[in-house]
């Protein structure tokens, strides 16, 4: 069974993205020690400037924590946890794909 090269590019950018999520999210906490979610975007002025870089890529993952912990918190159903998963992993393929070009770009 062979794979096909665009859906092998697809893979390889969802996993680079949400490894790079989780890296990035945990980087923030190491550093700030707070945890990185959506409400940094709510600080006003410089800090939400330039925490929307922070945010826009550590998304798939602040979105699988929220959605993990909202199922064993407050009983979301499952369905709910379907749908996002499918954003987070649509999101982690466009963060990883940019990600990889930013890495390509950088090497040549």
């Known amino acids: 069974?062979?794979?096909?090269?665009?859906?092998l590019e697809v893979?390889?950018?969802?996993?680079?993205?949400?490894a790079f999520a989780g890296l990035l999210a945990s980087?923030?906490?190491?550093?700030?020690?707070?945890?990185?979610d959506f409400r940094?975007?709510?600080?006003?002025?410089?800090?939400?400037v330039a925490s929307v870089p922070v945010v826009v890529f550590s998304a798939p993952f602040l979105i699988l924590r929220n959605t993990v912990r909202g199922r064993r918190i407050e009983g979301r159903p499952v369905p709910f946890m379907m749908l996002a998963a499918m954003i987070a992993a649509i999101w982690s393929v466009f963060s990883g794909r940019l990600v990889l070009d930013l890495l390509n770009a950088l090497a040549t």
């Open 27 to 36: 980087a923030f906490e190491l550093f700030t020690t707070r945890r990185a």
């Open 11 to 18: 893979l390889k950018a969802l996993f680079i993205g949400f």
């Open 1 to 7: 069974m062979t794979i096909d090269p665009a859906a």
């Open 40 to 48: 940094l975007l709510q600080a006003g002025g410089l800090v939400a």
